[in-house]
């Protein structure tokens, strides 16, 4: 993607809870102590050079929860601040649709990061339309409504948009009821089926690689030999690798690159941080850019699909980047927050 690699990969992710972040003196003890970031609003993130990093943490003591006119301003900031601020942009309009990011943001390694069941409960309270969105491509939406629930969040199953949806939705819009050759898990095979697809080995329209933890030399073989027959190649998501607590997996990203290297190929991905899959949530829920946020741990794939599909952008320090990383990109989120739990104001 032309930008420098971030020293993290997602499997080594920090636990959930565990905020990274270089504080002012005596804001990091308070952290460590247990006191919410919402009290600590004002307080500048900085780069471990001392830069400031983006605004303030953010978010409304809980105490004075803002009106709902007003729900979506950012906390005035000090004229007496002279840090120069490397991005501090409140959102232009009311966010009246959310996307979210589910690893890394919700849920981290199985586990609920604090805050998150709550965001989820108030965004279902507002009525206000949202979708919880992930690369992962092997699991059905019921799949993970179910894992999901496991962890305490209770989201619809119609609130999920997964990378095979997103994939299964793009080929019925270019070729409705053609044929694939597909490697992947139910999650994809399912989309497929129901968008109208036909499953073959022979002669298809597209090979289809979405992720596993069965990749199969028969089946990568079958895959490069499809291509090398005129099969136009498509993949689910680029992740190169994928986290669990053992380390890390090869992901779908990694596979695609074995049958480029074999065909001469490339893939066209769907998945993040093509804004193609956040256009596609979008219009799953008829909801407008510019009054659409996404809340995303990664900035190389959230932050960016985001950004290039016109939305505004929380980036939150519970995942894969850390505070230290986000001065390192050629863009930036349109806001940076220790954990969803600050974004709780919102709603
Ligand atoms: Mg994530």
Redesign the pocket.
């Known amino acids: 993607m032309g930008l420098a690699e971030p020293r993290r990969s ?1 499997n080594v992710a920090r636990p959930a809870g565990q905020v990274r972040l270089t504080l002012q003196p005596g804001v990091r003890l308070a952290l460590l102590a247990g006191v919410r970031p919402a009290l600590l609003v004002g307080v500048p993130l900085v780069t471990p050079a001392g830069r400031r990093l983006i605004g303030s943490i953010t978010g409304v003591d809980d105490r004075t929860p803002p009106s709902r006119d007003d729900s979506f301003a950012r906390p005035p900031r000090s004229s007496s601040d002279p840090s120069p601020l490397v991005g501090d942009r409140p959102p232009r309009l009311p966010i009246e649709s959310w996307l979210t ?5 919700l849920i981290h390694e199985g586990s609920l990061i604090p805050g998150a069941d709550e965001f989820v409960r108030r965004l279902v309270a507002s009525g206000r339309s949202f979708l919880v969105l ?1 690369n992962n491509s092997i699991y059905t939406p019921r799949d993970l409504r179910a894992r999901l629930a496991h962890t305490g969040i209770d989201v619809p199953e119609s609130a999920i948009w997964t990378s095979a949806l997103a994939t299964a939705r793009f080929l019925d819009s270019q070729r409705p009821a053609g044929s694939a050759f597909v490697i992947g898990e139910a999650g994809l095979t399912t989309a497929l089926h129901e968008v109208g697809y036909t499953l073959t080995e022979s002669d298809p329209d597209y090979v289809v690689l979405g992720e596993t933890r069965n990749y199969s030399f028969e089946a990568i073989t079958r895959a490069i030999r499809l291509i090398n027959n005129g099969a136009r190649f498509i993949c689910t998501n680029p992740d190169a690798t994928g986290p669990s607590r053992e380390g890390a997996l090869p992901a779908a990203g990694s596979v695609a690159a074995l049958i480029t290297k074999a065909t001469g190929v490339k893939p066209y991905f769907v998945g993040k941080p093509n804004p193609l899959m956040m256009r596609e949530a979008l219009n799953r829920i008829s909801a407008h850019s510019e009054t659409s946020a996404i809340v ?3 900035m190389d ?2 932050v960016l699909g985001g950004l290039e599909a016109g939305l505004y952008t929380f980036l939150v320090l519970t ?2 980047t850390t505070a230290e990383e986000v001065d390192r990109y050629p863009y930036l989120p349109s806001q940076v927050v220790p954990s969803i739990a600050d974004l709780l104001d919102y709603l």
Do not use: E, P, Q
């Open positions: 997602a990011d589910m690893d890394g943001v992930t995303g741990d990664r794939t959230d995942g894969v």
